[in-house]
């Protein structure tokens, strides 16, 4: 069974900032914390992963709170084709499976 | 582009019949492992394979279900006599070494129909 918990939709006005919330906690001490995102009819694209610190890149922030259970991902600017279903994933130790739950599916509207 | 690609992108085949379905992961990658997406489901894992070793096949749904790899590269997942509950995409995704905090880069997906 996933180790999350997410939010089954949400709306973001376009140029506005998209901040999907997850909750893992049961995360243990050395497990990362990935996002992954789905556009129709594709494969998932990997967003940015963390384990204890906050991390940003060029599409996203990951904000991980202290004690590690629970987490946002923060979509700056959303645009049209951020619309997708956003997948919040606690990583497997043995290989490095993942285990995807429902997911969050964001709607960002004109 | 050096991204991970399957073939093929789509397949219609008969209640009973076999299929084979094929993954080219990024070069150098030894880490593969397979997916799938029933309709309207979330992505359940299959397998996983370390170089041409298959450590974890906990997510086979049944023995009609096998893969293998071959030369640490290409992977094909075979289906024996299908059934109409087998059509989903099936996904395949690699990683530079397979360990945790790695990135796993997803292929567009083979779309199976079984009528």
């Known amino acids: 069974d996933a180790k999350t918990t997410q939010p089954t939709s949400m709306d973001c006005a376009e140029g506005r900032a998209a901040n999907l919330p997850c909750n893992h906690s049961?995360?243990?001490?050395?497990?990362?914390v990935y996002w992954y995102r789905q556009i129709h009819s594709q494969g998932p694209q990997y967003i940015i992963h963390?384990?204890?610190n906050n991390e940003t890149n060029e599409m996203a922030s990951l904000i991980i709170t202290e004690d590690r259970k629970s987490s946002t991902l923060i979509l700056p600017h959303a645009t049209l084709r951020d619309t997708a279903v956003y997948y919040c994933?606690?990583?497997?130790?043995?290989?490095?499976?993942?285990?995807f739950g429902q997911g969050t599916e964001l709607s960002v509207k004109p | 582009g050096a991204g991970v690609s399957q073939s093929p992108s789509n397949k219609v085949t008969e209640k009973g019949k076999d299929v084979e379905l094929r993954c080219d992961p990024i070069s150098g990658h030894t880490a593969l492992y397979w997916y799938r997406q029933s309709l309207g489901q979330g992505l359940e894992f299959l397998i996983y394979f370390q170089g041409n070793s298959a450590p974890d096949k906990s997510g086979l749904p049944s023995d009609r279900f096998s893969a293998e790899r071959t030369g640490g590269s290409v992977s094909t997942l075979t289906i024996q006599r299908t059934q109409q509950e087998d059509s989903a995409v099936y996904l395949c995704?690699?990683?530079?070494?397979?360990?945790?905090?790695?990135?796993?880069?997803f292929g567009p997906g083979t779309r199976l129909l079984v009528l």
């Open positions: 963390g384990l204890k």
């Open positions: 994933i606690v990583g497997d130790n043995q290989g490095g499976k993942l285990i």
């Open positions: 995704a690699s990683s530079s070494l397979g360990r945790s905090g790695e990135t796993q880069y």
């Open positions: 049961t995360i243990s001490g050395n497990e990362y």
